[in-house]
């Protein structure tokens, strides 16, 4: 016979049970913790492994801590802004993503002392982040243990990778898509009622014994960040782009102080990763009012059309969203705005990877700047090939093969400047690397600003219909480079820092900016 009360109690008993484990499943993320062996732990893991990995409350295993990772304009990578990327993880990396991730960033460069204390676990990437990234409980995901990032960390590490779209797919059954990156292949999976996940895989086409490219280099948060929104800085005030053209217009560009706060496009992202959205002015482009008024008449409107043609604005061809891909929208750009044009190329930042940037900044600066490079690119490109002669012991002491340096270094970039464009991220590391010991070799690394030079403001396009530049005298005139000597005056050396910007800017991949809007504001790097 029952105990009079002892049902209740049991009840009880089982309700503070099942209480807690759904506490218990809430606060670790995307399922209650199973039972991993310490073996595959440890493979998951890596150099992160030393963890504590116990016994938890109800004889479920506790989870492992794992590395709590930030990456947005605000917070920087784990509070560093220059970050140094490898192609390839380095040192002990284990199976999760996030560890072969905190292998592949690091936060200071990878010196030929540092990679063989890598080799020999003397250091680890949890040495080296130590202090900056404070650990927190792991999370599981069919066997997986995982970290937990925001949308805007996921879209940060996608700019300083250099990711772009392979696919994204979605379909009732969920969501898919595919980024292939400098640094790795980037895939999220999040099916239809379950947790968002993200990979990242270590590239399998190259192999550090093997790699002819110096083992790191440097990328800023900010600036990728602000490059992905359509944001250019000079130091004094910050002008962001407008979207890809919707039609063929014609439209004109005009500036909207502190007008992004207002706009639809890249604000939103801006906003998500802390940035001062009521701070930064605005281009605009503005249908032609006479031409957006259905009312008015035909014959009036290609009379106006025609005298808009005449006029001496400066006129771009820029792509546009309509559905054949061969039309081209026309922007007229006005004298106030064009200096803002040639303002913004000259304050692009110095980056020794190409972009993935906001698509709108891509397609005006180039249409603006195409003439003005293409004057120029013969004799750039003859410069580069000479350069990389002169200058071979500073190559190598860089961290470039000197097989490489002596062989094909050369007519790689030589053949990408005359290119104009691609999507390689190592001619990209070879052409800024060439020009880098050039600067130094000459002595002007202290004096040339390389984030804000002045050579497009003084090489100004002139304001016609026809493709027409007109140079300054001087430094700027064509031969230019024609110095077997390699003595270069600071203002050559100021626009070989320019055209070297807008080469990258070239070379560079659109990536969408909303793409936030096919993400949960959590996912699960596994």
Not at 216 to 241: C, H, N, Q, T, Y
Not at 277 to 290: E, F, Q, R, S, T
Not at 388 to 394: C, D, G, L, P, Q
Request: proline share 6%.
């Amino acid at each position: 016979m029952n105990m009079p009360g002892s049902n209740s109690l049991v009840v009880a008993a089982l309700s503070a049970v099942a209480t807690a484990t759904i506490l218990q499943v809430i606060s670790e993320g995307t399922q209650a913790p199973t039972s991993i062996p310490t073996r595959e732990v440890k493979q998951q893991l890596g150099p992160w492994s030393s963890s504590p990995y116990g016994i938890f409350r109800f004889g479920s295993p506790k989870l492992p801590l794992g590395p709590v990772i930030t990456a947005r304009l605000a917070d920087k990578f784990c509070g560093v802004n220059e970050v140094h990327l490898a192609r390839l993880p380095h040192g002990e990396t284990g199976t999760a993503s996030w560890s072969v991730l905190l292998s592949t960033i690091h936060p200071s460069p990878l010196s030929k002392e540092t990679l063989l204390k890598l080799q020999t676990n003397q250091e680890t990437a949890k040495t080296r982040w130590a202090g900056r990234t404070p650990l927190a409980p792991c999370s599981t995901n069919d066997s997986q243990l995982c970290i937990k990032i925001s949308r805007a960390t996921l879209i940060t590490l996608f700019a300083i990778t250099n990711a772009r779209l392979l696919f994204s797919y979605p379909s009732a059954a969920g969501y898919r898509s595919a980024y292939p990156s400098y640094c790795g292949q980037w895939s999220i999976s999040w099916p239809i009622g379950k947790a968002c996940i993200v990979h990242l895989a270590p590239h399998d086409s190259h192999s550090a014994e093997s790699d002819v490219y110096p083992p790191s280099f440097p990328a800023r948060i900010d600036k990728s960040v602000e490059m992905l929104a359509g944001i250019i800085s000079d130091g004094e005030r910050k002008l962001a782009f407008p979207g890809r053209a919707k039609g063929k217009g014609p439209w004109i560009l005009k500036e909207k102080p502190k007008g992004f706060g207002a706009a639809h496009g890249s604000r939103h992202l801006y906003n998500m990763q802390g940035g001062k959205v009521y701070a930064v002015d605005l281009l605009a482009m503005i249908i032609k009012p006479d031409l957006a008024n259905e009312n008015e008449n035909e014959d009036e409107d290609e009379d106006e059309d025609e005298e808009l043609q005449k006029s001496t604005l400066l006129k771009l061809d820029i792509p546009c969203l309509a559905s054949d891909s061969n039309t081209v929208a026309i922007l007229f750009v006005p004298n106030h705005e064009a200096r803002l044009l040639a303002t913004a190329i000259d304050s692009l930042p110095w980056s020794s990877l190409s972009w993935s940037l906001h698509r709108g900044l891509r397609d005006i600066l180039l249409a603006y700047g195409t003439p003005i490079m293409n004057r120029h690119r013969s004799d750039f490109a003859k410069l580069l090939k000479s350069e990389v002669v002169r200058n071979e012991a500073a190559l190598v002491k860089r961290g470039w093969a000197l097989d490489f340096v002596h062989g094909p270094m050369a007519d790689m970039a030589e053949s990408a400047i005359l290119s104009g464009g691609g999507n390689s991220g190592d001619v990209v590391r070879i052409v800024v690397a060439i020009i880098e010991v050039l600067i130094e070799r000459l002595g002007f690394d202290e004096v040339v600003d390389r984030d804000k030079t002045d050579f497009w403001r003084r090489a100004k396009r002139r304001r016609k219909i026809e493709v027409e530049i007109e140079v300054d005298k001087g430094e700027f005139n064509r031969p230019g480079f024609d110095n077997d000597r390699g003595e270069l005056s600071r203002g050559q050396v100021d626009m070989i820092a320019a055209l070297t910007k807008f080469f990258v800017l070239e070379w560079s991949l659109d990536l969408d900016y909303q793409l936030y809007h096919n993400l949960p504001v959590d996912l699960f790097l596994a």
